[in-house]
């Protein structure tokens, strides 16, 4: 038996449970980041055994780092110059493996799988993430919630991590109920409709994709979506304010800010940041006003827009990538992930936008006025003037994802957001699954073409006249939202060549394998 193993988790429980998630978050007001990243550096030198042994193979003594400024000269740590290199028990503390109790499993886009211990207080951590989309988007502390998991169940890390977190919750004192169904559509359906009408609103948690095809079909199938107050937790994925609202009118979403929120997170450490009300205002404004975008993110495209806890997770910006340091299973010091992207502060946001003419906090007071959770189906809130939520002066990171998933034509970074945005406009976006492959090809006079392969929605048949009204409404889209493709790439190869397939194409669609929306 291992007492102090006993020990650490009854602590961090009892710390989550009665630390007030108020308190939790302005935490970040009076503690150092700075000061609490120093800590998990020490401790991680002293007690990581692959760590050491990496420090002595740059030849850095521990001792040697006193200050954040001496923090910043720390050589990045990656997967190949550090997880790959060392044995798995060499990597968590002690040097065994034992202290964590579950490991899941990654496929990452590479496609090679990784192993990533971890153990229950690092779930903790992670639950508090949860906490608060529940509590500040969802006002689920007061409304009877069923959790419906939709994310993969086994030893792939989304499923059974988000199922754990959720029940932290209820062990709060959420008046939460968790179901995981998985990526069953079937179960699903039958949960929702067996189960829904007993609570007050039901959250569906898993891949953005794949959430809109469960909507999509079980609206097929006269699924009554609006009967249920749905709400909806994404990770995994960037996808646009268009996006958002279509799957929000499905079901029935009125309040698009408050009723769904995405995550960012990763296998190596979990959820590093989540979407907020505040966020969603924010990037919801920068959909409709691209030069303010393009101006704040510096690109002509829209990345996912997070608030996050830097006494959690700790981010660092280098060469327009992101760095992050946490504690976990295998605790992460200064670590490369390869996505692209930055960080912004809350003031510095609130100054930039205020120069655009928007106030986010003003916008949100108005939202607040109603309410995205009914107290009874189909009647008005019973308290129109509560308490206006989901507003922390919490940083700001915003994640464009993988350098490599975008193609260059002309000299010009097509990115998959600007496609994505052709496929969700009316007229279009009932012909189509969302789903579409990205190619820069040639032809048989070597001359290139820009190649849009796209998934048809169950039912639905191509033609002609479908194939060219995708077509220029993608095009409109890459005129619009992308400068470089306007102003590099010539007015004669602009308009892509869209092949349609049914659903499910085995070459392009396969059911059953995360989708990649790029190739080179």
């Given amino acids: 038996m291992r007492k102090e193993q006993s020990q650490r988790a009854v602590s961090a429980f009892q710390d989550f449970l009665n630390t007030p998630l108020d308190l939790r978050l302005n935490r970040y007001q009076n503690d150092s980041p700075q000061t609490t990243v120093l800590s998990l550096f020490r401790d991680v030198a002293a007690q990581v055994p692959a760590y050491k042994a990496f420090l002595k193979e740059q030849d850095i003594d521990p001792a ?15 997967k190949e110059n550090y997880l790959q290199r060392h044995p798995l028990a060499d990597l968590c503390r002690g040097g065994q493996l034992e202290t964590c109790d579950m490991i899941a499993v990654s496929s990452g886009s590479t496609g090679q799988p990784t192993f990533w211990p971890r153990f229950f207080a690092d779930e903790l951590q992670i639950a508090t993430r949860f906490e608060q989309i529940f509590h500040e988007s969802f006002y689920a502390d007061n409304r009877r919630t069923l959790a419906v998991i939709c994310f993969t ?12 977190c959720c029940r932290y919750l209820a062990s709060k004192g959420y008046p939460i109920t968790v179901i995981a169904p998985g990526n069953n559509k079937e179960e699903i359906f039958r949960v929702v409709q067996e189960l829904g009408t007993a609570f007050e609103q039901v959250v569906l948690l898993g891949y953005p994709p794949f ?10 199938r006269g699924v009554e979506w609006q009967k249920y107050n749905i709400k909806m937790v994404f990770a995994g994925e960037v996808f646009s304010e268009e996006w958002r609202s ?10 698009p800010c408050y009723d769904c929120a995405s995550l960012y997170g990763t296998a190596d450490a979990g959820v590093l940041g989540n979407e907020t009300p505040l966020s969603i205002c924010i990037r919801r404004f920068l959909a409709e006003n691209p030069d303010a975008s393009r101006a704040l993110f510096g690109e002509s495209r829209l990345p996912t827009l997070v608030q996050y806890d830097p006494l959690s997770r700790f981010f660092e910006v280098k060469d327009g990538t992101l760095l992050f340091s946490g504690d976990n299973g295998i605790p992460l010091i200064r670590y490369h992930i390869s996505d692209t992207g930055g960080i912004i502060y809350y003031e510095e946001m609130l100054k930039f936008l205020s120069e655009w003419g928007f106030d986010p906090v003003a916008e949100l007071s108005l939202v607040g006025q109603t309410s995205s959770l009914p ?49 969700e406009q009316p007229g279009i976006k009932e012909w189509v699954t969302g789903k579409f492959v990205l190619q820069v090809k040639e032809n048989a006079d070597k001359n290139r073409f820009l190649s849009v392969v796209v998934e048809l929605a169950p039912g639905v048949e191509g033609s002609e006249e479908k194939t060219e009204a995708i077509a220029n409404s993608i095009l409109s889209q890459l005129r619009r939202l992308n400068s470089e493709f306007a102003n590099y790439v010539p007015p004669e190869y602009q308009t892509p060549q869209v092949t349609l397939t049914p659903s499910g194409d085995p070459e392009y669609f396969p059911i059953g394998v995360k989708h990649r929306y790029t190739r080179k």
């Fill in 64 to 78: 040697s780092i006193q200050t954040f400024e001496d923090f910043q000269t720390l050589p990045l740590i990656t």
């Fill in 246 to 255: 279509l799957v929000g009118e499905r079901v029935g979403s009125i309040h």
């Fill in 153 to 164: 169940l086994g030893t792939w890390v989304g499923g059974i991590y988000t199922t754990n």
């Fill in 211 to 220: 959430i809109k095809d469960v909507i999509d079909t079980g609206k097929a």
């Fill in 375 to 423: 107290a009874e189906r189909g009647k008005q809130d019973a308290h129109p003037t509560r308490d206006i939520r989901g507003i922390h002066q919490l940083p700001f990171a915003y994640v464009f994802g993988r350098s490599n998933f975008t193609v260059s034509y002309f000299g010009a970074n097509i990115y998959p957001e600007n496609v994505t945005v052709g496929l």
